[in-house]
């Protein structure tokens, strides 16, 4: 039976590891030198196996409240790892004897992501000034992607982007480009293309353009074309 799972906390799903034929996945560890010591309030143990049995943490620091606890494990899927879990508030506060150009908190993953998520909440970053840098190397690499499900919305004094090779706005609805005070627009060429080209190109040209970013009114046109050819050769 599948078992949501939040963290730590799940129900036990435990086969012996000396169970014939058991799934190795399922089997639960086995210790028999774990030590601890504590009262109604807490305890620190060493060696004690999470409660899924799945984990063997070295050293863990324990509350009454089984989802208030820090734990360094040793063995399993979580091998390495440092977890820690509360029903409260998590807070990190540093840096008051530092100066302002110091790194006062630091977070480095030498492989793999590192993921901030809030998943009944928003995420906030805040600061004299906020720089996202990114220096991946290669075409897959080194981009910051911005997704919204519903709006970007921008507010400042000046917004400048430069772009070293291109940059594109696209939108399959209206688009409105607003100043109150003076609109400048520089191109060495500048070609202004409206869906009057759909059907017969211009004189000057645009079908090129317009298809381009209508690849499917395109396609249509390409292929009633290709049923008129077809239609004169036959008859």
């Given at each position: 039976m599948a078992v949501e799972q939040r963290g730590l906390t799940a129900q036990n799903d435990r086969l012996p590891k000396a169970n014939p034929g058991s799934n190795p996945s399922k089997n639960a560890e086995q210790n028999?030198?774990?030590i601890g010591l504590g009262n109604d309030k807490g305890s620190i143990k060493m060696g004690h196996i999470h409660k899924q049995g799945d984990v063997t943490a070295g050293v863990g620091l324990y509350t009454p409240d089984g989802e208030h606890q820090v734990s360094l494990d040793i063995d399993g899927k979580r091998k390495g790892w440092t977890i820690?879990?509360?029903?409260?508030?998590?807070?990190?506060?540093?840096?008051?004897?530092?100066?302002?150009a110091e790194n006062a908190v630091i977070i480095t993953a030498v492989n793999g992501d590192v993921s901030i998520v809030s998943t009944n909440g928003k995420i906030r970053l805040q600061g004299t000034d906020i720089e996202l840098v990114a220096v991946g190397e290669g075409q897959t690499k080194g981009n910051i992607k911005l997704t919204s499900s519903e709006n970007v919305l921008i507010e400042s004094k000046k917004v400048v982007v430069t772009?070293?090779?291109?940059?594109?706005?696209?939108?399959?609805g209206d688009a409105e480009v607003v100043a109150n005070g003076t609109l400048e627009l520089?191109?060495?060429?500048?070609?202004?293309?409206?869906?009057?080209?759909?059907?017969?190109?211009s004189k000057v040209g645009g079908q090129k353009i317009y298809d381009k970013?209508?690849?499917?009114?395109?396609?249509?046109?390409?292929?009633?074309?290709?049923?008129?050819?077809?239609r004169n050769f036959n008859y």
């Open positions: 028999y030198t774990e820690a879990t509360s029903p409260g508030a998590f807070q990190v506060e540093a840096g008051s004897a530092m100066e302002e772009a070293k090779t291109m940059y594109k706005l696209c939108t399959p520089y191109g060495n060429v500048i070609k202004g293309v409206t869906a009057a080209v759909k059907i017969k190109d970013n209508n690849p499917n009114q395109a396609a249509k046109r390409q292929q009633r074309a290709a049923q008129a050819e077809d």
